[in-house]
């Protein structure tokens, strides 16, 4: 049953008396879930029992904090249908978008306590003198960690998502700010980490789950003084005000957040002429996944102004006004994605491609534009991220300006390159000038879709990341949480 309350360590705590409610954006009203938002004094009780949790936390042996992780995986899925529906109810995704996305988040938790048996995780390295061992490097724990619950995730990248079993893997207690959009969902998924924590024996403080609407939560946390770094998934403005918080601290600490991209997709003439329709179904279907509430969604398509890219370009608006629209995830997030799509529709040169339709309530109205290469270099706004099914083309006169589009994008997650193979030689420097803009190049696919695995990055330059060197996805994304220390002259 959801608390409604918040968890400070093991204990529930709700002293203060302003409540909100979640949101049913399929329904249009409100849940029946209440919650009571947290006063700074509670926030200032997780921080400090973080802080002192840490210090017992950082010295559980690497077995322990493995079995915590897989009792973690158990207890959430001990939660059964009620995660379930709540998960449904909170954010317009359909039951079986839950049970896949449940799927990825127990497989995250178990990645790292599978990692955590892996003996060189910390990355020992040893430099030996007169055949004794002079220096020894390895990675440590930096401390408490503030998590920042993601909209569009509400499991895999929200309360025990990839940023909280990151950084218990890593040794660091966790406070999470709880999305106020899916805060029932998250209230469960705490519960089961209370669960876990006592049964594994884990110290009062490893982690806590705060709840409030505004800003006001995530400042006090990002200034707190126990708190060593941050992890953010969502909007480049609040990513990027978090951000500047941290820095002015007396002591500055890292923020690890993922914030916007449009993933850009060219597409050459080769390509156009032999599979131009295989490339549109695959397009439609990848831009309106998820109500294109994905980081990785394809917003912007670069190709050369030709016959065969707007033939590309009818099939595939017509291949999406073929596909039913959906429900956003929340009211917020359709308004802003009505407002930012009329922004860009009112610029100058773009053109509509897909034909206006009536959409209920939250369902978003896919819609592909199409605007010059002249005119995106002259106007930048119009390749901004638009969260939701929305695509620009960018018809560019020759490779000559479209190389000049991609060397003008900020930085992206991923960026495509849809192209014959033979044509490789001939297209070394559209990969060359988009390797610089991307964290993740693909070849002949789509970008959505993020593979759970040591090989993966998901991050990139500025704005798509933060710090366009760690990954918020993969066992690696640890070493966000981590430092190093030499122990010199040490013995063994
Ligand atoms: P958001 O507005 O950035 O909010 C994310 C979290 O950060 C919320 O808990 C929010 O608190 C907090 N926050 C935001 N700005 C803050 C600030 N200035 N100071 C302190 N805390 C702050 O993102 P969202 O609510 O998830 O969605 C809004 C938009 O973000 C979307 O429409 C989309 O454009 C973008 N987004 C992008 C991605 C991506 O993967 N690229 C993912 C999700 C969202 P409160 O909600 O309590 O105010």
Known sequence: ?????????????????TEFKTFNPLTNEETDFVFTEVTPTEVENACNLANSAFKEFRNKSDRERSEFLFAIAEE??????????????????????????????????????????????????????????????????LGPIVVFGASNFPLAYSTAGGDTASAF???????????PMHAGTGDLVAQAI????????????????????????????????????????????????????????????????????????????QALNSKSDYWARQYAQSITLGTGQFCTSPGLILGIDSELLDSF???????????ESSCMLHPAIKESFSKLKKEVMEQEGVQRLTTSSSVSNNFAEQTVVMVSGKEALKNKSVQQEIFGPFTVIIKCQNEEELIAVIDQLDGQ???????????????QNIIDALQQRVGRLIFNGVSTGVEVCPAMHHGGPYPASSDARFTAVGLHSVRRWLRSIVFQGFPE
């Open 194 to 269: 209370l669960k876990a924590a006592k049964r594994t024996n884990m110290p009062n403080g490893v982690f806590s789950n705060l709840n409030s609407k505004g800003y006001e939560l995530g400042i006090q946390l990002v200034d707190n003084e126990n708190i060593k770094a941050v992890g953010f998934t969502g909007s480049i403005k609040g990513g990027r005000a978090l951000m500047d918080i941290a820095a002015a601290r007396e002591e500055p600490i890292p923020v690890f957040a993922e914030m916007g991209s449009v993933n850009p997709v060219v597409i050459t003439q």
């Open 413 to 427: 997650l991923t960026g495509t390159i849809i192209a014959e193979k033979k044509e490789f030689p001939y297209i």
């Open 76 to 141: 959430i899925e001990n939660l059964g249908d009620e995660l379930l529906s709540t998960y449904v109810t909170e954010s317009g995704l359909s039951k079986e978008r839950a049970v896949g996305e449940r799927g990825r988040t127990l497989f995250q938790l178990r990645s790292f306590a599978d990692m955590l048996m892996d003996s060189n995780w910390r990355e020992e390295t040893i430099e030996e003198k007169n055949n004794t061992v002079f220096l020894r490097k390895k990675l440590i724990p």
């Open 313 to 323: 370009a009818t099939v595939l608006s017509k291949e999406i006004m073929k596909i």
């Open 169 to 179: 893997a890593a040794g660091c207690p966790v406070i999470v700010k709880a999305h």
């Open 1 to 17: 049953m959801i608390t409604g309350k918040n968890l400070i360590g093991d204990n529930y705590s709700s002293n203060g008396t």
